[in-house]
């Protein structure tokens, strides 16, 4: 955003401040200190959880509160019971069918009580919704082609 905005009027006091805000939220601290890590000291490991599952839900898809939720769970080719994401979810026992997917759940190793694709996904909406504001309060002039 520096190299695109740095010239636009009050831009730099926005990013100061917007900078300010995210280094003091503890997200934005986790994912600068795995990308410092990572580039300047050994790669990255996550944490893998092999008997705890994360779902991602593929489309639109509502619970009542109070509502009872349960998977159909089948065995892989090592033996291990996970959920089936072929069969429906169950809703209050009644079947409904789903498109998603379950994996075995990552985790930082700083922070293994979090699941790492829930910390991802948080990150970068939180990192696109910056951007975003950026680009609706300092809009540059389109600069034309030549030819």
Not at 126 to 143: A, G, Q, R, Y
Request: glycine share 4%; net charge negative; hydrophobic share 30%.
């Amino acid at each position: 955003m520096i190299n695109e905005f740095g010239s636009v009027p009050n831009f730099p006091e926005w990013h100061a401040k917007k900078e300010e805000e995210l280094f003091a939220m503890p997200i934005v601290k986790l994912f600068r200190e795995e990308r410092r890590l990572t580039e300047h000291i050994k790669p990255f490991e996550a944490g893998v959880d092999n008997n705890s599952y994360y779902t991602d839900i593929q489309e639109p898809f509502m619970v009542p509160g109070g509502a009872r939720v349960g998977y159909h769970m089948i065995k892989d080719e090592k033996g291990n019971v996970k959920p089936d994401d072929e069969s429906p979810i169950l809703v209050n026992e009644k079947p409904v069918n789903v498109k998603r997917k379950t994996s075995v759940r990552y985790y930082f190793t700083d922070y293994p009580s979090e699941n790492s694709m829930v910390l991802s996904d948080a990150y970068f909406n939180l990192i696109s919704d910056v951007v975003t504001e950026c680009h609706d309060k300092f809009k540059l002039k389109e600069k034309r082609k030549k030819g």
